[in-house]
């Protein structure tokens, strides 16, 4: 994904993460995505099924709503381990992410 968008002239924002420790608490990550979100009006957004997930806890949920996110058209959300894109798809403030993760094996 990062190959595509700098081949096609886009910029990519991996937002700093110092003082973090391992993967860090999720509502820390979403925190800083949001913001990152908004000072950078990024276009596209990729997270993962908990950062996700702490979106929706009410204090993220009030923060994101002061801020102007309105930049933001797509989305993937790793939900699990693979690379498939599944057919699921997950809404954050309006805006429809998909999934991506591994398919599930056929009988």
Known sequence: ACGA?????AA?????????????????????TLEV???????????????????????????????????LRTGVVKVGSGADFLDDTVDFAGIKLFTLGKRPSKP
């Open 5 to 9: 968008a700098l081949a096609a002239g």
């Open 37 to 71: 979100l908004a000072s950078t009006r990024c276009t596209a957004l990729f997270a993962d099924t908990h950062t996700l997930k702490a979106f929706a806890e009410p204090e993220m949920v009030a923060k994101r709503e002061a801020l102007d996110i309105s930049s």
């Open 12 to 32: 990519v924002v991996l937002p700093a993460v110092g003082g973090l420790r391992g993967c860090g608490v999720p509502e820390q990550r979403a925190a800083v």
